[in-house]
């Protein structure tokens, strides 16, 4: 299994951002993917998880109506669009799928 995450970067509050995370190694389609992020001192936190097969994806009450997960099931991938972003978005996000990690990918909000 692997996971690699892309899109994080430095963005003003208010801004958006849309995370990418490419997988290998496993059949994707038969699999939940999330999007979890950690925060310097924090621990790490589910984001949003979106279903293998059928059913609707979930969030984070602090991320809803603001975040939106996708995944394209030809491409193998999983996409975290991040609108509104606040301060307190800023984590390094990583993508999960059945207990492997991707590296994670840094996202800064700063003005």
């Known amino acids: 299994v692997q996971l690699v995450e892309s899109g994080g970067g430095l963005v003003q509050p208010g801004g958006s951002l849309t995370l990418s995370c490419a997988a290998s190694g496993f059949t994707f389609r038969r699999y939940d993917m999330s999007w979890y992020r950690q925060a310097p001192g924090k621990e790490r936190e589910l984001v949003a998880r979106?279903?293998?097969?059928?059913?609707?994806?979930n969030y984070a009450d602090s991320v809803k109506g603001r975040f939106t997960i996708s995944r394209d099931n030809s491409k193998n991938t999983v996409d975290l669009q991040m609108n509104s972003l606040k301060p307190e978005d800023m984590a390094v996000y990583y993508c999960?799928?059945?207990?492997?990690w991707g590296q994670g990918t840094q996202v800064t909000v700063s003005s």
């Open positions: 979106i279903p293998g097969v059928g059913g609707s994806a």
């Open positions: 999960h799928a059945i207990a492997h």
